[in-house]
């Protein structure tokens, strides 16, 4: 699987938009950008995915550049509830039973 | 909205002793999950299970951790006999069969404490 680069933290203002990167110079064809968060003691959650194309859900954006090296995680308007460890995941396509591999990730600090 | 569920939520037990992790997976699931997190660490992958097998393990889950689905709807995790070492948090996870698709949902985990 790719490799991804993120920044240890991050910091942000409750009510602006959280943009997290990720470098991932090494994606081959077939895979794809998954983001997971943390939240203090709890369980991973599912935030977004993609392949090529920009994604939007109810929680997030998720801009992967043309050439698929990096990406941009968008939080549009942060809440102290966001304060969490981001995962930016690099998986291949046939999913499979493939387990997720955590690295360090992101820790997003919200101030209020 | 349908979420996997742990049991129990915190374990004490002594080193030697065995323990059984608990966890209900969603009821529509096919791909089910272990994960380790020790405390300050990150979170670990420990094994898969899929069609009443395991599918991929990882050098963390030796002989002395074991997985079962003895039934339609719970999904464990044996730890023969506790180390010190193996006190985490301890986390389910579980996902359809769509193709492309690795959306896991977690569950709360269980903190298993090994005095």
């Known amino acids: 699987d790719a490799k991804t680069t993120q920044p240890t933290s991050m910091d942000c203002a409750e009510g602006r938009a959280a943009n997290l990167p990720c470098n991932h110079s090494?994606?081959?064809?077939?895979?794809?950008v998954y983001w997971y968060r943390q939240i203090h003691s709890q369980g991973p959650q599912y935030i977004i995915h993609?392949?090529?194309n920009n994604e939007t859900n109810e929680m997030a954006s998720l801009i992967i550049t043309e050439d698929r090296k990096s990406s941009t995680l968008i939080l549009p308007h942060a809440t102290l509830r966001d304060t969490a460890v981001y995962y930016c995941?690099?998986?291949?396509?046939?999913?499979?039973?493939?387990?997720?591999?955590f690295g360090k990730g992101t820790h997003l600090i919200i101030q209020p | 909205e349908p979420e996997v569920t742990q049991t129990p939520s915190h374990q004490v037990t002594q080193m030697g002793q065995e323990v059984i992790l608990r966890c209900v997976p969603i009821s529509n699931h096919l791909y089910f999950y272990w994960y380790r997190q020790i405390l300050g660490q990150k979170v670990e992958f420990l094994v898969s299970f899929y069609n009443n097998e395991i599918s991929e393990k990882s050098e963390i889950f030796d002989d002395q951790f074991s997985v079962e689905r003895p039934d339609g709807s719970n999904f464990t995790l044996k730890i023969r006999s506790t180390k010190l070492e193996d006190s985490a948090m301890y986390f389910c996870?579980?996902?359809?069969?769509?193709?492309?698709?690795?959306?896991?949902?977690f569950g709360p985990g269980t903190r298993l404490t090994v005095l």
């Open positions: 996870a579980s996902r359809t069969g769509l193709a492309g698709y690795n959306e896991q949902f």
């Open positions: 995941i690099v998986l291949p396509s046939g999913g499979g039973a493939d387990g997720l591999t």
């Open positions: 090494t994606i081959s064809g077939n895979e794809y």
């Open positions: 993609g392949l090529k």
